[in-house]
């Protein structure tokens, strides 16, 4: 009796043992290295975003369109960035991440490179091969 007592938490305690750590990875914010999507026959290595060095940013200053309550739409959502074959306009997916206005990638780089001068500007620092 006192054994199968024993057995009983000890299997309850690998169970939180295991179940912790999902809890603790199922943050609001996805892991780091998130791979961005390349459009089909892109050139330049695929950019993998980190969220833990934008903590400076609001989510909302990238993430600004919802669906529903409380998801984010995906860049490439139909009516927001999906035209993965124009380089401008706000349509554009390249534009989204390099044009000039502070909300995308590259815009907001320069535009902070005086304060935060780790936010890159040279291409293969967010194209980084392999
Ligand atoms: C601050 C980050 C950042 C920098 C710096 C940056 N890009 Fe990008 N670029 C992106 C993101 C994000 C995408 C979309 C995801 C992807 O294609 O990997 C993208 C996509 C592209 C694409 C379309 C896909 C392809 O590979 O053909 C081209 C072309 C491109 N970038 C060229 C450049 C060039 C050239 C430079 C340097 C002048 C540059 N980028 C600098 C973030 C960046
Ligand atoms: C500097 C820009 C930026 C900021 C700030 C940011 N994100 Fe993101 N996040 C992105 C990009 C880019 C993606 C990829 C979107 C896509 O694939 O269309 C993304 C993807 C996600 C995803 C989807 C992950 C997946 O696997 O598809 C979630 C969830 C998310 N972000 C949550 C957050 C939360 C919560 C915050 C605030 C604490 C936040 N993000 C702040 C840029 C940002
Ligand atoms: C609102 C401003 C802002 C936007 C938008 C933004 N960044 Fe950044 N980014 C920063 C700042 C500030 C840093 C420097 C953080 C530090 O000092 O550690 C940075 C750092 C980085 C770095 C170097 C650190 C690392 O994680 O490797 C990369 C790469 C990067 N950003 C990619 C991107 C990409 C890709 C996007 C668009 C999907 C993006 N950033 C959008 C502000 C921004």
């Given at each position: 009796m006192k054994r199968s007592l024993f057995m009983t938490m000890m299997v309850a305690a690998l169970a939180l043992a295991l179940a912790l750590p999902l809890y603790a990875a199922a943050p609001k914010a996805p892991a780091e290295g998130l791979a961005m999507k390349a459009p089909?026959?892109?050139?330049q290595p695929v950019v993998k975003f980190n969220h833990g060095t934008h903590k400076?940013?609001?989510?909302?200053?990238?993430?600004h369109k919802k669906v529903g309550a409380s998801e984010f739409a995906k860049c490439d959502s139909k009516g927001c960035h999906?035209?993965?074959?124009?380089?401008?306009?706000?349509?554009s997916y390249y534009a989204a991440f390099?044009?000039?206005?502070?909300?995308s990638c590259l815009g907001c780089h320069k535009a902070v490179k005086d304060k935060s001068p780790n936010a890159p500007s040279a291409c293969p620092k967010c194209h980084v091969k392999g």
């Open positions: 089909a026959g892109a050139k400076s940013a609001k989510c909302a200053d990238c993430h999906a035209d993965y074959a124009a380089k401008t306009g706000k349509e390099h044009g000039a206005n502070a909300k």
